[in-house]
T-cell receptor
Framework: DQQVKQNSPSLSVQEGRISILNCDYT??????FLWYKKYPAEGPTFLIS?????DKNEDGRFTVFLNKSAKHLSLHIVPSQPGDSAVYFC?????????????FGKGTKLSVIP | DAGVIQSPRHEVTEMGQEVTLRCKPI?????LFWYRQTMMRGLELLIY????????DSGMPEDRFSAKMPNASFSTLKIQPSEPRDSAVYFC???????????FGQGTRLTVV
């Protein structure tokens, strides 16, 4: 059973507009969440993270929102740029388990159209 | 720092052959992870090490898979014998023990024919 779900396999957005990528999780023990970006033929690269004690974290054009009651998080990219076109993975961890392994969603492919 | 280094980048082998994938983590990182990416299952954690000790290998699909970390700067993932269904991209990642942001290598694309 998937504990981290990204229900949209793909998303297309016009350059300059907002991109919103969504992620849902089922494990209530998850307390740390991350977004990774992946270009073809490269490994995932860390983008932004959020702890469960916060509901928002912002880094430049990227903002992650966390709704613990809904077990939902989202990544907002504003404004979207063609270079943002990539696959975005949501990941979660349970730091209280004493390990630091990440559980990933299957990814959402973002295409930013010039 | 050069980041996490994996070798080879591509490997094509015949069914039944032994395959060894290699990884050099970022210097100073305590944790090392092996992931497999397939279209059907996405990114799956196979095994991870903390301070060179295997902590959780529950993701290793079968006994044909084994992983070692003889020292802090080197790890291997071995498949013996390999099968066509093992074809995937295998990623190695490392992180500081206190943090969860793992840094990934570029991956090894394995094709078993």
């Amino acid at each position: 059973d998937q504990q981290v779900k990204q229900n949209s396999p793909s998303l297309s957005v016009q350059e300059g507009r907002i991109s919103i990528l969504n992620c849902d999780y089922t494990n209530s023990m998850f307390d740390y969440f991350l977004w990774y970006k992946k270009y073809p033929a490269e490994g995932p690269t860390f983008l932004i993270s959020i702890s469960s004690i916060k509901d928002k974290n912002e880094d430049g054009r990227f903002t992650v929102f966390l709704n613990k009651s809904a077990k939902h998080l989202s990544l907002h990219i504003v404004p979207s740029q063609p270079g943002d076109s990539a696959v975005y993975f949501c990941a979660a961890s349970d730091s209280g388990a004493g390990s630091y392994q990440l559980t990933f969603g299957k990814g959402t492919k973002l295409s930013v159209i010039p | 720092d050069a980041g996490v280094i994996q070798s080879p980048r591509h490997e094509v082998t015949e069914m039944g052959q032994e395959v060894t994938l290699r990884c050099k983590p970022i210097s100073g990182h305590n944790s090392l992870f092996w992931y497999r990416q397939t279209m059907m299952r996405g990114l799956e954690l196979l095994i991870y090490f903390n301070n060179n000790v295997p902590i959780d290998d529950s993701g290793m699909p079968e006994d044909r898979f084994s992983a070692k970390m003889p020292n802090a700067s080197f790890s291997t993932l071995k498949i013996q014998p390999s099968e066509p269904r093992d074809s995937a991209v295998y990623f190695c990642a490392s992180s500081f023990q206190e943090r969860t942001e793992a840094f990934f290598g570029q991956g090894t694309r394995l094709t078993v024919v």
